[in-house]
């Protein structure tokens, strides 16, 4: 069954640490994202792919970064983890098109904690 | 980037209620979609929306595309303890520019009482 998977599912780790939060997808969509949310409150963009190679920033302004090697393989790394780091980052994929079919599919969200 | 206008914020309903919440727009949309979050969950999507008036079902939930276009309703029937979540809209505008990404709502956080 086609999905989208994201690991780990919890992390709490300390400042400083170099973190990469991972996320795949079986359904071969080409694009990509990554959100952040804070609990119970609305979604906001931080990256996004349309594809191998492709990367772009989102809406929201993020000290994270993202790559892009594998169609199905879009991590999330932070280079030096702060606490204003503490989020839930949630990935998602859709077809890439111009037609209306643009439904996002999301995994299940990593729970990071920043102590 | 362009939020949606997604109401109410929160409802606190009785089992067994009926629910109703819309979700508005400035611009004119050709997709509606809506979203239930479950708690430490990701979004996962519910009904998907493509013509103006379209009325779509999915068990107990039916959504509706607007004739405007600008905006979409989300109605829950003879709600239970499980409909407890974070339902979001979601949209993509007729006039794409850019990246052509959807556009979300601000969520509806709903709390059945037993």
């Known amino acids: 069954e086609a999905d989208i998977y994201q690991t780990p599912r919890y992390l709490v780790i300390g400042t400083g640490k170099k973190i990469t939060l991972e996320c795949s997808q079986t359904?071969?969509?080409?694009?990509m994202y990554w959100y952040q949310q804070d609990p119970g409150m609305e979604l906001h963009l931080i990256h996004y792919?349309?594809?191998?190679?492709?990367?772009e920033k989102g809406d929201l302004s993020s000290e994270s970064t993202v790559s892009r090697i594998r169609t199905e393989h879009f991590p999330l790394t932070l280079e030096s983890a702060r606490p204003s780091h503490t989020s839930q980052y949630l990935c998602?994929?859709?077809?890439f098109g111009r037609g209306p079919h643009r439904e996002q599919f999301f995994g299940p969200g990593t729970r990071l904690t920043v102590l | 980037g362009q939020q949606l206008n997604q109401s109410p914020q929160s409802m606190f309903i009785q089992e067994g209620e009926d629910v109703s919440m819309n979700c508005t727009s400035s611009?004119?949309?050709?997709?509606w979609l809506w979203y239930k979050q479950d708690p430490g969950e990701g979004p996962v999507l519910l009904i998907a929306?493509?013509?103006?008036?379209e009325l779509t079902s999915n068990g107990r939930l039916t959504a509706q595309f607007g004739i405007t276009r600008k905006d979409s309703f989300l109605n829950i029937s003879a709600s239970i303890p499980s409909d407890v979540g974070i339902y979001f809209c979601?949209?993509?505008?007729?006039?794409?520019?850019?990246?052509?990404?959807?556009?979300f709502g601000t969520g509806t956080r709903l709390t059945v009482i037993p």
């Open positions: 998602a994929s859709s077809e």
């Open positions: 359904m071969g969509h080409d694009k």
């Open positions: 792919s349309y594809g191998v190679n492709s990367t």
């Open positions: 611009s004119i949309f050709n997709t």
């Open positions: 929306l493509y013509k103006a008036g």
């Open positions: 979601a949209g993509l505008p007729t006039l794409q520019t850019g990246a052509n990404n959807l556009f």
